[in-house]
Every structure is written in C-alpha cells, then in structure tokens.
C-alpha cells in the first residue's frame, strides 16, 4: 500500500469521507483539506456528523454558515449542527406567517415541525444545498464532507432519493412537514443531489478504517451499500498502521493489525487502497493536521498521574448492583468502545445472578462481534427496516379496524412511505426496550453521542408524530422520558484518553444534565498506562494520555475507571477480565 498523499490521488470536486466511529475520518478529511488549501486550492470543509469536533480540530467556533480559517486563507469550514438547521428551517417556513395568521395557527404549525423528521430534512436540505449550489460549486475547487459515523451516513446519502420518490409519488404533497413547508419546490435539487452523488466523475466516497476486525467489516458494509445506491467510485483509507514493532506490546499490535488486514474482506480488496501511519499526537491545531499525512513528531510530556488508585470497571459494576440500576447506557463519541464496556457490564451483572437484557441502538450492530446467545443474557439490535414494516402494518390494521373511507386510507399508506415514518418506527421500537426494565435490567449500547442525543430529545415531541400518523401513544412512549430521568437509570459515558473523545464526553454531559438525565462515573477505555514498552511511538502515546487522566479525575472527583488496552481481541469470557 501506498501512503495516502492528496496530491498523488485522483481526486474529484466532491470528497466524503465516511466510516466507523473512531477511525479517523475527521482527522484524515482535516488534513485533506489543509493539504490542498496549502497548495493553492479553494477548499470547503463541511461537517455533517451531529457529534462534529471540527471546532477542536481548528480551535475556532463553527456554525452551519461557512466560516474562513484565519491562518489558512484558502481553507473555510461549516458545521452543520442539524438541532441548529432545524430552528433556522422552522423559523423559514413560520416567519412569513406571522401577524398574519391566528396565534393558534402558529403555535400548530410549530408543533408540526417540532420532530426528529423536521432535524432531518432540515440538516438533509443544507446538506443538498452544498451539493448542488451552482455558486459554491464555482467558487471552491474541492468540497469535503466529514462525515457521521457509517451506518448515519448511509442514511444521510439515501435520502436524495428516498425524498425525490416520496415527493414525485406523493398526491397530498409532503403532509409530514405540513403544507407551508416547500418541499414540493426542493425535487429538482433532490434530483440533482441524487445525479452529482453517482457521477463518478463529480464524488468520491473515502471509505476510512482501523487495521482492526470491526472497522474493516463495517467498511465492506458501507462500500456494498454504498454500490447499491449507486455510489461506485471508492477509495479505502487504512489508519494508524504501526511501522514498527520491537517489543511485546507492539509485536503484539502489529500482529493484530497484520492479521486483520491479512483477512480483509474480498471487496474491499478490488478498491484503491492507502495506508496513513499511526500518530503518536493528537491531532488538533494547524502544525499536527499539517503533519498528519507525511510526519509524525514524537514530544516528551513530563506531567504526572495525580491519583494513585484507579477504580476498575468491576467497582462501577458493583455499585450499579447495589443501587439497583435499571435501565444502563454506555454512550461516547464512535470508536471509544461503548459496545466493548456494555458486553462486559451486561455480562458482570448476570454472573451476580440478575436477569439482563443487552441491546444495541447503532446501526452498525456490533454486540454479535463480542458475545453470543450462550452468554446467559439475552440480547436484541433495533432493525430499522424491520420495526419500519412493523409500525406501517399496525397504523394500517387500525385504521381498517376503524372503517377509515379509502380516500383517507390512501392519504395514510402515503404519508407512511415518507423517510420520516422511520424515525418513528425506530423511537417506538427504543421505548418498548426500554419498558423491559420493569423485569430485567436493560443494557444499552448506543449510537455515537450525535445521534443517540437526538433521539433522547425527540422523546419530548413524539407525540405529535404519531398523531399525525393515526397512529396511538403507547405507555411505554409515555413512560419513558420519566424513568430516564429517574434513580433507575445510569449513563456510563467512555471516552480515551486523548483530546477529542474527551471534549465530546465534557459535552455529551452537559447535554444529558440539561436533560435531567443523571451522570456519574466515566470510562477511559484502551489506556497504554502501565503497559511496558521501549516502542517510541506507543511510549509518548502514553505519556500524552496523563494529561487527559488527571483532567478527568479533576472532573470526576475520582468517579472513573481506567481500562487498558488488550493484547487479545476483548470477547467473549475475556470480558470479565476488565
């Protein structure tokens, strides 16, 4: 493999990088786009990951307008925060309305457009408009798009059409988002999102991942579905390739690699492939996303551990034991191995005799990599397409049950074939989840903080979604925002000891405390402290990582547990060695 250079790559206008959390997509678009902004090019970086971390990456604050880089003339970055999109798209769509219409009237039509279907088509129509604005097409050579964890991404890039066909097929107009929302005039921009997305010659989709297991298997997944929409030009980035290994702790990571990059799977064999070295800091400010793609500086760090004893991650399972936790998230940035530390606390909880139930909300649906059905707890993933067909079937049945006239009958089997309907279907199957902690406790992995904060929020107006559907509230819908907010419930959030998973932690956090949904104790996952090696490289990996410990122990009040990193892939029993 050849090491990933920008300027040796065939590149086309529109670069998307996608891939599991963690890989370092955000990092590797970074220094893309500061690689040819320092060349002389005109580059828009733009942000569509809900959890984006761009503004740490520059240390500058971003929107969802298009900002300038100070120290980099040619560089200018937007994030598209799609809670922010959504108050900006609701305020477009009720403003010409005011003082013209009842109050009634508008506080109606904000309800209507109060969902997690409205944060979608809003982030969904700046998201088209940077593909098919002809202006921002002339002005930048080049438009890149970090992008949301795979499986998000995915949905992100199959609502161009998902939409053009709901809007060509519909004959009441886009009843989901109300009359006065438009959508009917965006089909043509839809159309063209849909054209530029195929155009081999127009997109490219940069499939980055680990030399790991997972990640590799999640980039044969992206890259098949990404082929099915018609999406073919791809190229595969490798990450944080370890040159050298020369003693146990890095023979022991190269061989990791090697073995899992020996057993790539065969599609992604036939794609381009690159490798990016792995880096020893973090990469954050101008000089290190500059150095990322050809150097890497190893720097001393001479401060110390502040705490001397580190609880481990059996001290926190004993507490939730004894405080009768019921219902347990893990939650954090994509990549810090939420699904790793749920395994392992469903499974610590069950070999103290309680009955668990483990269960994942990301699309990616990785508890199968880690635990099987002879664990001793049972275990279930939201399958989208499946409690999509669940929900359409009930709201059907019930209106025939109802003696709905069919003129009506053919306005709701439309209005469920709407992107949005899944959103619902989806909230609904969580809630149902969640209800099972009444008799058993519930584990949840979730999705990367962005997305699993939607989907808490959306708890306070799904209610008007359903309506909308005839369809009905469910006790466990109205159950569920007070038990997350109660005693039984418990949030582990995991971080690594690095910059970026941290500062997304610190605002994860603030968010659910704005919530009312209680935080306590904080997992630093896949630590290199105490692990002797004489690998320079993994040497000032660790050192780096002290700041980070002591700043959450600072944080925490000592309420943290420090897990390191494993020579072997953490599975199975290995589980309850953590």
């Not at 992008?147 to 009843?175: D, K, N, V």
């Not at 009359?179 to 965006?186: A, F, T």
């Not at 005799?353 to 699309?363: A, S």
């Not at 122990?553 to 599975?571: P, V």
Request: charged share 20%; hydrophobic share 40%.
């Amino acid at each position: 493999m050849n090491i990933f250079d920008p300027h040796h790559v065939k590149l086309t206008k529109y670069l998307f990088y996608t891939g599991k959390g963690g890989v370092g997509k955000t990092s590797i678009a970074c220094a893309t786009a500061v690689s040819l902004a320092d060349s002389g090019k005109r580059v828009l970086l733009i942000s569509t990951d809900p959890a984006s971390n761009l503004q740490d990456v520059f240390s500058i604050p971003l929107t969802n307008e298009v900002s300038s880089v100070p120290t980099i003339p040619n560089l200018f970055i937007a994030n598209l925060d799609p809670v922010q999109a959504a108050a900006e798209y609701r305020e477009n769509v009720i403003a010409p309305y005011r003082g013209k219409l009842p109050q009634a009237a508008l506080v109606n039509m904000e309800e209507q457009l109060s969902g997690s279907c409205t944060i979608e088509i809003a982030a969904f129509n700046k998201f088209s408009n940077f593909l098919t604005d002809d202006t921002i097409q002339k002005t930048y050579d080049y438009i890149i798009f970090d992008t949301a964890p795979t499986g998000h991404t995915l949905r992100m890039l199959q609502l161009p059409s998902a939409w053009t066909s709901f809007i060509s097929e519909s004959t009441h107009g886009a009843s989901c988002l109300g009359q006065l929302s438009g959508l009917e005039n965006k089909k043509t921009i839809y159309r063209q999102a849909v054209t530029t997305l195929s155009n081999r010659e127009m997109t490219t989709i940069i499939l980055v991942t680990r030399p790991e297991i997972t990640p590799l298997a999640e980039a044969a997944r992206a890259h098949a579905d990404l082929f099915s929409l018609g999406i073919s030009n791809q190229l595969l980035i490798i990450n944080g390739i370890l040159p050298e290994h020369h003693d146990k702790l890095s023979a022991s990571l190269y061989r990791k690699q090697q073995t899992a990059l020996n057993s790539m799977p065969k599609e992604l064999q036939i794609l381009p492939c690159y490798e990016v070295p792995l880096r020893a800091y973090n990469v954050t400010g101008i000089e290190n996303v500059r150095a990322m793609l050809h150097s890497d500086h190893i720097t001393k760090c001479t401060e110390k551990l502040t705490i001397s004893q580190i609880p481990n991650l059996n001290d926190i399972v004993n507490e939730l034991s004894a405080t009768d936790k019921r219902v347990i998230f893990t939650m954090g940035k994509g990549g810090v191995g939420k699904t790793t530390i749920a395994a392992a606390v469903a499974l610590n909880l069950a070999n103290r005799g309680k009955k668990v139930h483990l269960t994942t909300t990301d699309p990616a649906a990785h508890l199968k990599f880690v635990l099987n059905e002879t664990c001793g707890i049972t275990m279930s993933h939201i399958d989208e397409i499946r409690e999509l067909q669940k929900y359409q079937s009930e709201v059907i049945d019930k209106a025939h049950a109802a003696g709905i006239s069919d003129a009506d009958m053919a306005y709701i089997k439309e209005d469920l074939q709407s992107p949005c309907t899944q959103e619902i279907a989806v909230f609904r199957a969580f809630a149902e989840i969640v209800a099972k902690a009444d008799d058993e406790i519930i584990v949840i992995d979730t999705a990367p903080s962005g997305h699993t904060l939607l989907l808490l929020q959306s708890t306070q107006n799904y209610d008007h979604e359903i309506k909308r559907t005839k369809g009905e509230t469910s006790e466990s819908i109205k159950q569920l925002l007070p038990r997350l907010k109660s005693s039984e419930t418990a949030v582990l959030i995991v971080t690594l000891p690095e910059v970026t998973p941290v500062y997304e932690a610190l605002r994860l956090e603030d968010d659910l405390n704005r919530a009312g949904i209680p935080t306590k104790w904080w997992i630093i996952n896949k630590s290199l402290q105490g692990l002797n090696t004489s690998n320079p490289m993994l040497t000032a990996k660790a050192e780096n990582e002290i700041e980070w410990i002591n700043r959450i122990n600072r944080h925490t009040a000592g309420k943290f547990s420090l897990i390191t990193w494993h020579y072997d892939e953490l599975k199975g029993d290995l589980l309850m060695t953590l």
